[in-house]
């Protein structure tokens, strides 16, 4: 069973910049598939971006040239920094893992999701 914990969420006035933080337990964190996803009220939830075992990316269309996603093996952690941020970034981002091989885009694919954590962007 693995568990994620995300941290780094907050409220941050537009053009700012934010790092999520995904902390996994439980499993072995180089083999998973890691992903951020994020929904905000009445919408679905969407890619924000994913990562592989091996370090292939893949981003949401939205976010493209403003969000890097990365990978600390050895702290089994996975990180989000986003720049440039909008008020439409405003959403709950969720941490998700899937141990099936190879990057996936939709969230019906992830197996374990955090708690989810609340970013915040003023206009």
């Known amino acids: 069973q693995v568990q994620l914990v995300e941290s780094g969420g907050g409220l941050v006035q537009a053009g700012g910049s934010l790092r999520l933080s995904c902390l996994a337990s439980?499993?072995?964190?180089?083999?998973?598939?890691m992903g951020w996803f994020r929904q905000a009220p009445g919408n679905e939830r969407e890619l924000v971006a994913a990562?592989?075992?091996?370090?292939?990316?893949n981003y949401g269309d939205s976010v493209k040239g403003r969000i890097t996603i990365s990978r600390d093996n050895a702290k089994n952690t996975v990180h989000l920094q986003m720049n440039s941020l909008k008020h439409e970034d405003t959403a709950v981002y969720y941490c998700?893992?899937?141990?099936?091989?190879?990057?996936?885009?939709?969230?019906?694919?992830?197996?374990?999701w955090g708690q989810g954590t609340q970013v915040t962007v003023s206009s």
């Open positions: 998700a893992a899937r141990q099936s091989w190879g990057i996936a885009s939709t969230p019906q694919l992830y197996m374990y």
């Open positions: 990562i592989s075992s091996t370090g292939v990316t």
């Open positions: 439980g499993g072995t964190f180089n083999r998973l598939n």
